[in-house]
């Protein structure tokens, strides 16, 4: 079946806009997790979603950032007025179930690019 | 502080040779260990671990958790060049399973 995908593959914006980016889970997975990867970090937690209710929004850098999730499917982060630092690769993941054990499938990432 | 702990940075091998990749962590509420191969953008999931001293196997790759000392290993053998990869180790935490990921091994096999 289809994987986790994510919309554009690639976004190059100018410092001070605002960027948009999208998450297609797993079809039926409950849980979804938005995760960043700067360059030679690691990846770093941000948000995740149980349907549609946000439980834990502690990894958001800044208040620039928002992620919403609508019909316990597709997610936007969004990233407003958008600075040098936030230039990574965002990875979005589901899982099946929330909570517990359980594995999280990737997608392709979102590799952003400010200048 | 949640902490996941990979060693060693980076290694290169031959074909055929055994790795050993580690991971050790210190995380409040574990709820599971996971292992992810990252060779372009997706980490690929490899194992998922609950359960102490019970090895999972796929193929040539093998993983195993000491919860008693907080670590995992994962053990290539007969390496082939399509392992050269980024390993990833990450612990999920009981309520809501967001994934602490340690900085990753990357391995390079040589033919």
């Known amino acids: 079946g289809a994987g986790v995908s994510q919309s554009p593959s690639n976004k190059v914006t100018e410092k001070g806009k605002d960027v948009e980016l999208r998450c297609d889970p797993i079809?039926?997975?409950?849980?979804l997790y938005w995760y960043r990867q700067s360059l030679g970090q690691g990846l770093e937690f941000l948000i995740y979603?149980?349907?549609?209710?946000?439980?834990?929004k502690s990894g958001l850098p800044s208040d620039r950032f928002s992620a919403e999730r609508t019909g316990g499917s597709v997610s936007t982060l969004t990233i407003q007025r958008t600075q040098q630092e936030d230039s990574a690769v965002y990875l979005c993941?589901?899982?099946?179930?929330?909570?517990?054990?359980?594995?999280?499938?990737f997608g392709p990432g979102t590799r952003l690019t400010v200048t | 502080e949640d902490k996941v702990v990979q060693s060693p940075l980076s290694l290169v091998v031959h074909e055929g040779d055994t790795v050993t990749l580690n991971c050790s962590y210190e995380?409040?509420?574990?709820?599971?260990l996971l292992w992810y191969k990252q060779e372009k953008k997706a980490p690929t999931f490899l194992f998922m671990l609950?359960?102490?001293?019970i090895e999972k196997k796929s193929g040539r790759l093998s993983s195993i958790l000491d919860k008693k000392e907080l670590f995992s290993i994962l053990n290539i053998t007969a390496t082939q060049t399509g392992d050269s990869a980024v390993y990833l180790c990450?612990?999920?935490?009981?309520?809501?399973?967001?994934?602490?990921f340690g900085g990753g091994t990357r391995v390079l096999v040589k033919p």
């Open positions: 993941a589901s899982s099946p179930r929330w909570g517990g054990s359980s594995e999280q499938y």
């Open positions: 079809s039926g997975h409950t849980a």
């Open positions: 979603f149980q349907g549609n209710s946000a439980p834990d």
């Open positions: 995380v409040t509420n574990f709820r599971s």
């Open positions: 609950t359960s102490s001293g």
């Open positions: 990450a612990v999920g935490k009981a309520a809501g399973n967001k994934l602490t």
